[in-house]
């Protein structure tokens, strides 16, 4: 992968979450962190990157291991989506939603909750602020804030819903002067 443009913002998902097969987007719970060792080429690519983090424990333990004692700036607005009644809910119970277009499924918050397009409405602030500042920019978030950023790059946040989002992969896009440009989704660092 190239090197990282000063105008790159890049998007990391966090570690895998230590959810115990339950739904956790505002449930602050532990990433199952990879062996140093695994991480290092990621490690080294992000070496020239400013770094803001979600406040959410996976999200900060995994910025702690990308960016070992570099400080890390918490954005509040980078939390993952808020599932209301469903958070801590198992997989296995969650209720199926049968076949929603991408946009209804937008628009869709559970009971206490928030959906995506609130979601996105609350992120796309943050994003905007931290594009702007100057060289790489690094936001270790969660796989709802990253479909939001690329809904933003889209110009339509329901389409932010047809990407799956890896753990620790890298989601990359370039500021341009009416937005932004996708350079690529779920890359590895070798």
Known sequence: MTPPDPT???????????H???????????????????????????????????????????????????????????WEQDFGALEGVAFSDLPDLGPMTRAALARLASPDGESFRDLCNRVAPA????????????????????RAALGLALEDASQGLAFDIAPLSVTRLRRVPDGFAIISTNAGVA
């Open 8 to 18: 790159d913002l890049i998007l990391i998902r966090h570690a895998p979450a230590d």
């Open 20 to 78: 115990g097969g339950r739904l956790c987007g505002r449930t602050d719970v532990p990433a199952i962190l990879p062996p140093g060792a695994v991480l290092a080429p990621l490690r080294r690519w992000l070496a020239p990157c400013t770094v803001i983090t979600s406040p959410a424990l996976r999200c900060r333990q995994t910025a702690a291991a990308l960016f070992p004692g570099r400080v890390r700036e918490c954005e509040a607005a980078l």
């Open 127 to 146: 994003l905007t602020r931290a594009a702007r500042r100057p060289g790489p920019v690094a936001i270790v978030a969660h796989a709802g804030t990253i």
